[in-house]
């Protein structure tokens, strides 16, 4: 056998060697989209969460009593409640219910953020259902100082995302809730007047 057929029969050789590798290694890994556990079709698949709502128009509303003990609702006289505070019991201590009345994603969570008279609280919240729509709910214990937020003769906002920016105007009625709640105030004290 002469020198260059010698070399073409090592390039075969070495060509067969390499592709049984490659078919080797194919049988090793079946391709990828065998991977996938579900395929599912992108116009049926939740990509993004919902639009942004806009902040509530908060012209004339007020807190008002609930016809639950412990419970004050916010919002215009006749319309539905943008936001409620109820006080209850928690697994060791006395806690604030805190409930924003704004369409919510189905089982979302978030924070929502009241801020006012110098303080800030960031309160946990879960997309809840209430038997008719997802709402946001949260607790946060009633000695939390982030409650100092209530506490105030000043304006408090409340936001959480995608639903607005809730304007609290000046009120003791939240206050009066969170010392009743802790035992500080007696539930039929009568609430003091705001000071202008």
């Known amino acids: 056998m002469s020198a260059p057929s010698s070399a073409r029969a090592d390039r075969v050789v070495r060509r067969l060697v390499f592709c049984a590798g490659l078919l080797v290694l194919a049988a090793c ?13 992108l116009d049926e698949a ?8 806009p902040s509530p128009d908060t012209t004339g509303a007020l807190w008002a009593e609930s016809d639950r003990p412990g419970r004050i609702l916010y919002g215009k006289p006749g319309a539905e409640p943008l936001l409620s505070l109820a006080c ?27 801020i006012g008279n110098g303080h800030v609280a960031r309160v946990p919240v879960d997309a809840t259902w209430n038997g008719r729509a997802w709402l946001w709910e949260g607790y946060i ?29 000046p009120s003791a009625r939240p206050q009066h809730l969170v010392e009743v709640c802790l035992g500080q105030r007696q539930p039929d004290d009568p609430v003091p007047p705001v000071q202008e």
């Open 141 to 169: 214990e009633a000695e939390d100082p982030g409650l100092d937020v209530l506490t105030g003769l000043r304006r408090i906002e409340a936001t959480v995302p995608g639903g607005g920016t809730v304007e609290i105007h």
């Open 88 to 114: 209850e019991e928690g697994a060791d201590n006395p806690r604030i219910h805190v409930t924003r009345y704004v369409a919510a994603d189905a089982k979302a969570k978030a924070i929502l953020a009241l």
């Open 29 to 41: 890994k079946p391709p990828a989209v065998d991977d996938y556990v579900e395929r599912v079709a």
């Open 46 to 53: 939740k990509t993004h969460a919902s639009e942004p709502l």
